[in-house]
């Protein structure tokens, strides 16, 4: 198995730009995760679906952010307009089932830098 | 104050001398996570755990749902153990809490 696969494996953009993060979890999983790492803010769960539906955004910080997940093998994390404290580490992680019942897999994770 | 705290923040060893990372927690939760991430950055997870005691390899991790507190502990370090190690909770709605991580360095 190719584990979590995330594209991107860096990314420099303006500011203002449209940025598309992607990523493929694990054939079978029904859980994918995005999250973002800061040095200040550590790692922080932007949003997860379960069976392709979006269950928890609460983490999206703002409306500039926005994820779909059209199938069970492809998901993405779109910024539009993309803002230098966007930059960060997104990860992407997926698993079996909901969070509560089994660990996850991570993907390499998406190097952002907004200039 | 943080929901999840780690502690040390940073810690340095000598390689085969016996690790403990802690976690504290002050909310209820269904499980907690122990994650490795290494210094090219990919994360990996190391134990799920709702009670008791779970062990691979050289990494033993505890949890004590009462105390509300968790460690994970290394034997005989390497310095392959050198990584950030994450604790993170599930609380009771499946939120997911992240504590700052420990950075752990083990000296040849």
Known sequence: DAGVIQSPRHEVTEMGQE???RCKPISGHNSLFWYRQTMMRGLEL???FNNNVPIDDSGMPEDRFSAKMPNASFSTLKIQP?????SAVYFCASSPLGQSYYGYTFGSGTRLTVV | KNEVEQSPQNLTAQEGEFITINCSYSVGISALHWLQQHPGGGIVSLFMLSSGKKKHGRLIATINIQEKHSSLHIT???PRDSAVYICAVLDRDDKIIFGKGTRLHILP
């Open chain 1, 46 to 48: 932007l949003i997860y």
């Open chain 1, 19 to 21: 940025v598309t993060l």
């Open chain 2, 76 to 78: 005989a370090s390497h």
């Open chain 1, 82 to 86: 993309s803002e230098p404290r966007d």
